[in-house]
């Protein structure tokens, strides 16, 4: 019987360490790599790492001309930095202020796709492109016709392109012709 | 002196206590006075290398703008070894110069210190004397570092040869030290180590 009790007893005692650790752990998680407490206005690398805003800001700030992660050595910046919003605590106090605001979220908004893309010939979706330069060929670098997606539209769109492709053909041609006989 | 690097020095002195290598004995840490500004380290030589049973000290200041910048970490206790001054102590290492990073601790700082004792860096002396004899007569330096490990560290190799020849030298009115640093250079040359010495 004694064996047992015995048993049960360190068994818990086991559990109660398990526990313990586990709450180390999980406060260790949440540590500054830099100045290693828990991290004040906490941002985190491309990488995956934790700092204070203030402590990585200084350590860009001493390593200008090297910027690399403290723990990982892989390359950062400060546009790259993503801030970490908790629930709760939005207090701003820093004891160790005179450090630029935190950078912010890149936020990208989903696309809005609504509208008549036929329409959209003029704004962005027609793009035209020449260059003359000391070869002739150079003439004829580059014309395209996009609309916003990269998908054709349909409606005359296609034709056009076709057509105009045609005709420049022609003008290269002809222009080629009059530089080989010239 | 400034919070962050106290802080972080408080922190990291417990976090060297609670590691695994000071159960191991492999590395140690020790304030020096209260101020935290300045501690003594302490690093048990690599196994399977010459360094093996000796107990090296290292004297380790941290700069007020410690963690952002390295800590000065130099050998109190002599070592013959191509990375580290045989005369001042001073190390070569990246991680204590350009290479550091904001995340090392002292207990990363010592752990590497124990890797450079193992592996050494030739091509990057620090002592180039030592980095030379290193290439040209390998078992020379081994036996070398041995030596030192026994003379400075309490490792546990004593070579009756070595001592003879600097016994020799100090019948001549050489100091111990420099008796063994001259025989040293000349690898255990007694006749060119007179030869420098009384030139």
């Known amino acids: ?182 | 002196m400034n919070n962050i690097a106290t802080q972080r020095i408080k922190r990291e002195f417990k976090e060297v206590i609670k590691s695994e290598e000071l159960a191991k004995c492999s590395i140690k840490v020790d304030l020096i006075g209260d101020s935290y500004t300045e501690l003594k380290g302490e690093i048990a030589g690599p196994p399977d290398t010459p360094y093996e049973g000796g107990t090296f000290f290292l004297e380790i200041k941290v700069p007020e703008t410690y963690p952002f910048n390295p800590p000065k970490v130099r050998f109190m206790t002599k070592i013959w070894h191509p990375n580290i001054s045989s005369v001042t102590g001073a190390i070569c290492l990246d991680i204590l110069k350009d290479q550091w990073a904001a995340a090392m601790t002292l207990r990363t700082v010592l752990l590497s210190l124990q890797a450079l004792m193992a592996a050494a860096e030739p091509d990057d002396p620090q002592d180039a004397v030592v980095a030379k004899q290193y290439k040209e007569y390998p078992e020379i330096f081994a036996k070398t570092a041995s030596h030192w490990t026994n003379v400075y560290a309490g490792g546990p190799n004593k070579n009756s040869e070595f001592d003879t020849k600097i016994q020799r030298l100090i019948d001549m009115g050489i100091e111990r030290d420099q008796a063994r640093g001259a025989l040293s250079t000349y690898n255990w040359d007694l006749e060119r180590a007179t030869e420098q010495l009384f030139s």
């Not at chain 1, 893309?117 to 492109?129: A, E, M, Q, T």
């Not at chain 1, 392109?161 to 053909?169: E, I, M, V």
């Open chain 1, 1 to 182: 019987m004694a064996t047992t009790s015995n048993e049960s007893d360190s068994s818990r005692k086991n559990t109660d360490n398990r526990e313990n650790d586990n709450k180390d752990e999980q406060n260790n998680m949440f540590e500054c790599n830099i100045c290693l407490d828990y991290a004040k206005d906490a941002v985190v690398s491309v990488c995956g790492h934790l700092f204070c805003w203030p402590c990585l800001h200084q350590w860009l700030e001493t390593r200008s001309s090297r910027q690399v992660c403290p723990v990982c050595k892989a390359v950062i910046s400060k546009d790259k930095v993503i801030p970490i919003y908790g629930r709760g605590n939005t207090k701003q106090e820093d004891p160790r202020n005179k450090v630029p605001p935190r950078p912010a979220g890149q936020r990208t908004e989903p696309d809005a796709n609504t509208g008549f893309p036929g329409f959209n010939f003029g704004d962005g979706g027609f793009h035209l492109s020449f260059g003359i330069g000391a070869f002739p060929f150079g003439f004829l670098t580059s014309f395209n016709f996009s609309d916003r997606h990269g998908v054709p539209v349909g409606g005359q769109l296609p034709q056009d392109d076709h057509y105009l492709s045609k005709l420049f053909l022609w003008i290269a041609v002809i222009f080629i012709i009059w530089l080989l006989l010239a």
